[in-house]
């Protein structure tokens, strides 16, 4: 999209086979002359004077364009199933409409589409435009990654028949498209919802085993070192003449918790294949089984703090509410979770106000080092001189008022925040913090731990998380471990293995590649091991697993399918 808006649409140019012709013809003409030969040099003017006239036979097509003659509109196909409308992973129909309004053919176009960095769009789509005629075209387009990413606008490069000028147009038609995840198969291991019963008692009833008082009998077994005095089954021991106690079953209603970790680590790799893809997906697949159970989901995204929370409910449209913080994990916009400096987010939303909405903020001279306007100037890295009350208008206009379900943003002032905003809407994508702070992450861990730990009733807390960054400040962690423990809550964590994503790490030198695999694997082993010493039980997952076999291994009681420890 890097084009200068004042050129397009007004006067043609030369093609690169123009340019050739034009280079042909001018040393066809200078050798001749030198070479006192008529007839050469007389065939370098015919070649240059045929490309001035077609030059000038081409030129009013530019002047359509720039009186906005042509028109361009496009439209999704979207899938029949509201839930399904564009998966990651699956091809969606982009519909492309050219509508020449003038009376004059426009001959051969070429037409490119640009969009974020995660969707793949067609190629260069050739057409024909006739006088006062509409052209509509099909591309193909796979959405590579889960999120909200956009359509910005497409190009249409007009040529002569012998392709020797052409005349580009850039036309903005912004368009934003939710992509959803991909279910990770069947996950039914827990319990479904009662059929019959009052609303509060068909909610997540699990049958979990208890040593108090009350419950049903479940069995009656031998007596074992901990059991509590008071379960002991006198009547079968006298009996028997073994000491015996009463194992009691009791329903209650279980709240799950889901902890996903957005940092740095879980990003590393191709689009739609990281960590956090794979979390994004288990997590949405694991509150989709327990939401059809019956149960109560709640949702934390943390980095080095709690990015986004979502209070435990239930229901169909409770699912929408995890969703949205899951599309929103990856295009980040706040100040401390983006590697980006103010004058580059300057730069980026000048640029995009220029390409899209046609407002230049550039200043066209540099002003005196006295002069008092530099108080509401910006330089961008490449040098260039922006007026900020211009940009902070027109960023001000365009967003208007973003609603009160807007999530908050942080930033250092309220005009980064606005320009921030203006990022998440328009789909301007800024790059992810990379630096890891010592104890950051331990940190955010922490946070969310504590937040969900001091909940009521029985939980089931699930982290999805590498471990990556815990090797200090990990006793806050364990603080909040024992926290969550002693109030009677179940803590599971499932780790994206290195090794499970090891194809993550082929591209490159392959060197290079296995060192890196080497030193992920050995922090990995290092991570688990002291996790797991805290008394949380770490399962490794992969691509190739299905949600109800994580559920199956998250679930009390239930045995592993694989080894806790790494590979």
């Known amino acids: 999209m890097a084009r200068d808006l004042r050129r397009q649409g007004r006067a043609p140019s030369l093609s690169a086979r123009g340019r050739a012709w034009a280079f042909g013809g001018g ?11 008529w007839q050469v040099a007389a065939l370098g003017v015919a070649m240059i004077t045929t490309l001035c006239a077609l030059y000038l036979h081409f030129f009013p097509s530019s002047v359509l364009i720039w009186r906005r003659h042509l028109e361009l509109q496009w439209v999704l196909k979207r899938a029949d199933s509201d839930y399904d409308n564009f998966v990651v992973g699956r091809s969606f129909q982009l519909l492309v409409t050219l509508r020449n309004r003038s009376v004059r053919a426009l001959g051969r176009a070429t037409l490119r589409v640009f969009s974020s960095s995660t969707l793949d769009g067609p190629g260069p789509i050739a057409l024909d435009l006739g006088d006062r005629r509409e052209v509509t075209v099909t591309g193909e387009m796979t959405a590579n990654q889960v999120g909200t990413w956009h359509l910005h606008g497409a190009t249409v490069e007009i040529s002569d028949p012998l392709g020797l000028c052409a005349v580009e147009a850039y036309f903005p038609n912004p368009l934003s498209i939710k992509v959803f995840p991909r279910r990770l198969g069947q996950s039914s291991p827990i319990l479904p919802r009662p059929a019959s019963g009052a609303p509060h008692e068909r909610l997540g009833l699990h049958a979990q085993r208890f040593r108090g008082l009350g419950g049903d009998l479940r069995e009656l077994r031998e007596h074992s070192p901990g059991d509590p005095f008071k379960q002991i089954a006198w009547k079968a021991t006298a009996r028997t003449g073994k000491l015996m106690v009463r194992e009691l079953d009791r329903e209650t209603m279980v709240t799950h918790f889901l902890l996903v970790d957005l940092g740095a680590t879980m990003r590393q790799g191709r689009p739609g294949a990281t960590k956090l893809d794979f979390a994004i997906e288990l997590a949405t697949s694991y509150a989709r089984a327990a939401l059809e159970a019956g149960d109560r989901v709640g949702l934390v995204t943390y980095d080095g703090r709690i990015v986004a929370e979502v209070k435990a409910n239930d229901g169909p449209v409770h699912r929408l509410r995890l969703l949205e913080p899951l599309l929103e994990a990856m295009t980040v916009v706040d100040e401390d979770l983006t590697e980006l400096t103010d004058s580059e987010l300057v730069s980026a939303v000048a640029r995009y106000l220029l390409y899209q909405e046609g407002v230049d903020t550039r200043l066209a001279t540099t002003p005196p080092i006295d002069d008092p306007s530099w108080a509401h100037l910006a330089s961008s890295p490449a040098g260039e001189l922006f007026d900020l009350r211009l940009l902070f208008k027109a960023v001000e206009a365009a967003i208007g008022s973003p609603g009160p379900r807007a999530a908050p943003i942080k930033a ?27 104890g950051r992450r331990a940190q955010g861990l922490q946070q969310a731990l504590e937040r969900v730990a001091t909940g009521r009733g029985t939980q089931r807390i699930l982290v999805i998380s590498d471990l990556e960054g815990l090797d200090a400040g990990l006793e806050p962690v364990a603080r909040a471990v024992k926290l969550a423990r002693r109030r009677g809550h179940h803590l599971a964590c499932a780790a994206p293995s290195a090794r499970l994503f090891g194809a993550l790490h082929a591209e490159g030198d392959p060197a290079v590649a296995e060192i890196v695999f080497w030193d992920e694997q050995r922090r990995e082993r290092v991570a688990w091991r002291r996790v797991g010493a805290l008394g949380v039980r770490v399962v490794p997952v992969g691509p190739g697993d299905s949600a109800g076999r994580v559920i199956a291994q998250m679930t009390p009681g239930k045995s592993a399918g694989r080894p806790v420890r790494a590979a």
């Open 412 to 438: 250092a002032t309220r005009d980064l925040e606005r320009l921030r905003l203006y990022c998440r809407m328009r789909g301007i994508e800024l790059p992810y913090r990379r630096s890891v702070q010592a």
């Open 27 to 37: 040393v066809l003409l200078a050798l001749g002359t030198l070479a006192s030969s």
